[in-house]
Each structure stands twice: as C-alpha cells, then as structure tokens.
C-alpha cells in the first residue's frame, strides 16, 4: 500500500492520541509538523511510530506543504488531530489502494457538533479531499479553508472520517475569535464593497436562513439552532471585524487620538 500519513498539530494532547491510533494501518511513518506545543502533544507522539517535526506556524497550507515534502509512501493521508479513521473507511482505503482508478480520493466527513452527530445545515455531506498519490499533489493552497489541488481524477470514498468538531461553547467562542479575523482579512484584501449596517444585517439573516432552513439545520433539533445562530452571529463578526480595517487605521490608535484631543481641550 506504501501510505503515508500527515497530521499538523498544537497543543493537542486530548487528541493526538486516537487520531494517531486510527492511523496504525499506515504502512510508512506518520509524519506530524507540531507548532512547538506547550503542552504534552509531543510526548505522545514519541510513543508512535511517527517523523516528528517541531515548526512554527506558518499557515494551514504551508504547514500541510512542509509535511509533505516529508512524506515517503507512494500514497498520502492528510488527517487532522480531531479526525478518525473509522474501521470501514480504513478497510476500504485498503481495497481502493491496491488498485486505484483515481489519483486521489474526497472523504465523506461526519461531523459531531456539541457532542451530537449533525446530518443538515450545511454539515453533511461533507467531502474532504484527503487521500492522494503524492506524485499527483500539487499543493495545498488557501489561507483558510485551504484546499488539495491535485492533477489528476478525484473520486469519492463511501465510508465516513469522523470529525470531533465544536467541543463546547468556550471552544466555539475561541474558534470563532480566530478564525473571524482570517476571514475579515482576505476579504479586506480583497478590496471588499465597505460595510454599512444594512449589510450586516443581510448576511446575519443570510446565514441563519440558509443554515436553519435552506439546509433543513432544524432537522438537528436544539444543536441544529445553536449551530445556525451561532454561524449567523460569525458572520457578523466577521464582517464588524472587515468594518473596522476599512476605517483607515486600527480602532487602538482611533482610541489613543480621540484620548489624546480630549486631554488638549482639557476633558
């Protein structure tokens, strides 16, 4: 089978563990890029059979470019620290590999949001390309939402790579800190129409009908309304987020000179 596996990580030592076991199968080393961890997510992966690199983050795509260049099997698995192989897809991996009628392969993502397996609003199906010949790989590209670009013919895998996502509110609010600020960047960069506040309240009601609605989130029960409103609500994150780049310097410094004027005219 000649099959590598990749998995960037940080600070992931409730996780790293599992992932690196759904893996076993992998018949070359598991190559991990660990974004010098500070907790014991190197330790772990010691214990494994895997190539551990220490690299500092340079974004998603580069990170998974980096690994790859680390890779020695004829094939490449990209797996994430929160993801599992499930015995099924791993069987069929199997089969699929020894005599391949494509050169890289879209697993069927199965998402568990707030402790529940989520099957609408948007969650499902939910096709990653993950499986690859390397000699195909073109690279991953994307600041966010990176993508495999590959040159070849891409098929579709039946059995599911299942994806501990949303792990409670505190992570969600995490998450969402980040990941919103990625977002209000590109679109900043790319030169986005500026925001008034009718557009904020488009894109919230956009993104709640869509979610709840056009994709049947309701079908989810209570996670499926969490899972819409909150999806809403990072959509107008992300765009108070772009309002603020397009006012010409950081609301900081606008802080520091309406600060300072009013020390001048004496409070």
């Known amino acids: 089978m000649k099959l590598s596996v990749v998995i960037i990580a940080k600070n992931e030592e409730d996780w790293i563990e599992n992932c690196l076991k759904s893996v076993e199968f992998a018949d070359q080393a598991v190559v991990i890029i660990d974004d010098n961890s500070t ?133 969600m609010l995490e998450k969402s800190i980040k990941y919103t600020a990625l977002e209000a960047d590109l679109r900043f960069k790319a030169n986005h129409p500026p925001v008034v506040w009718w557009r904020l309240l488009r894109v919230m009601a956009g993104e709640f009908i869509d979610r709840l609605i056009l994709k049947s989130g309701w079908r989810d029960g209570t996670v499926g309304w969490i899972e819409a409103i909150s999806q809403s609500y990072n959509m107008f994150l992300i765009y108070v987020r772009l309002w603020e780049k397009q006012q010409g310097k950081p609301m900081e410094q606008i802080y520091k000179d309406l600060d300072k004027e009013m020390a001048k005219n004496g409070f």
């Open 39 to 171: 907790d014991k997510t190197a330790d772990i992966c010691r214990k494994h059979k895997v190539d551990l690199y220490s690299r500092a983050w340079e974004g998603f795509s580069q990170q998974k470019n980096f690994a790859l260049t680390k890779t020695v099997g004829e094939w490449v698995l990209f797996v994430d620290a929160d993801e599992r192989v499930s015995k099924e897809l791993k069987l069929e991996m199997e089969k699929i590999l020894d005599n391949s009628q494509a050169e890289a392969y879209s697993c069927p993502r199965q998402n568990v949001l707030l402790g529940k397996f989520v099957h609408h609003g948007g969650w499902e199906p939910d096709y990653a390309t993950r499986l690859a010949k390397k000699e195909k790989i073109l690279g991953w590209e994307g600041d966010l939402h990176e993508e495999l670009k590959i040159d070849g013919k891409i098929d579709n895998l039946k059995n599911p790579l299942y994806h501990l996502s949303h792990r409670g509110m505190t992570w």
